[in-house]
């Protein structure tokens, strides 16, 4: 079964800290996203990539192919990062339109 | 703007009730896609449709039912059939292609809760 693990499950953070969120999945991917969904249940799409690194602003994404593993910084973390972060792939090989999801991150950072 | 919408934010219904969530977007945008959200889990792919009168089921499309007249227009049904209905449930649209590769924009979401 293709599934994608983020971790942590929850993460509490000071403002003004480094934050960290991992995904990992199972098999060969051709994209992998990067979801941000706030308290009021919207989500809105930070990255999108299939190598390499994006950065905007304060959030850097970066996919190691060969670990089949993504991680999520957030740098100056201020508490209205505070949301839920979702880690999405498109497995190669699987339906054109379909992504599997993460359960989620919940980001909560303290002011 | 362009964006989606999604209509209504809260949904109560009675149990043994059809209800029809709503999704428009001004983004012309292809393809569309529902998805439901449930506490603890990853959102799960109940229909997407890459076209006009074109759709095709997700993973979780038993006891739902949708239709593409419009473009701009992916209503979902809720039906009687669907044994666990409530839960929150986004639209999304993309441009036309590999949606893996496309970015995904999401409506704000419709909570329905059948009582």
């Known amino acids: 079964k293709n599934e994608v693990e983020q971790s942590p499950q929850n993460l509490t953070a000071q403002e003004g800290e480094f934050i960290t969120i991992n995904c990992s999945y199972s098999v060969g991917i051709s994209a992998l996203h990067w979801l941000q969904q706030h308290p009021g249940g919207g989500i809105v799409s930070l990255f999108m990539?299939?190598?390499g690194k994006k950065k905007h602003g304060r959030l850097i994404a970066t996919i190691n192919i060969q670990e089949k593993h993504s991680s999520l910084h957030i740098t100056a973390s201020h508490p209205r990062d505070s949301a839920v972060y979702i880690c999405?792939?498109?497995?190669?090989?699987?339906?054109?339109?379909?992504?599997?999801f993460g359960k989620g991150t919940l980001l909560t950072v303290n002011p | 703007d362009g964006g989606i919408t999604q209509s209504p934010k809260y949904l109560f219904r009675k149990e043994g009730q059809n209800v029809t969530l709503s999704c428009e977007q001004n983004l012309n945008h292809d393809a569309m896609y529902w998805y439901r959200q449930d506490p603890g889990q990853g959102l799960r792919l109940i229909y997407y449709?890459?076209?006009?009168?074109?759709?095709q089921k997700g993973d979780i499309a038993e006891g739902y039912s949708v239709s593409r007249e419009k473009k701009e227009s992916f209503p979902l049904t809720v039906t009687s059939a669907q044994k666990n209905p409530t839960a929150f449930y986004l639209c999304?649209?993309?441009?036309?292609?590999?949606?893996?590769?496309?970015?995904?924009?999401f409506g704000p979401g419709t909570r329905l809760t059948v009582l």
């Open positions: 449709s890459q076209i006009v009168n074109d759709f």
């Open positions: 999304a649209s993309s441009i036309r292609g590999l949606a893996g590769r496309n970015e995904q924009f």
């Open positions: 990539l299939s190598s």
């Open positions: 999405a792939v498109r497995y190669r090989g699987g339906s054109n339109y379909k992504l599997t």
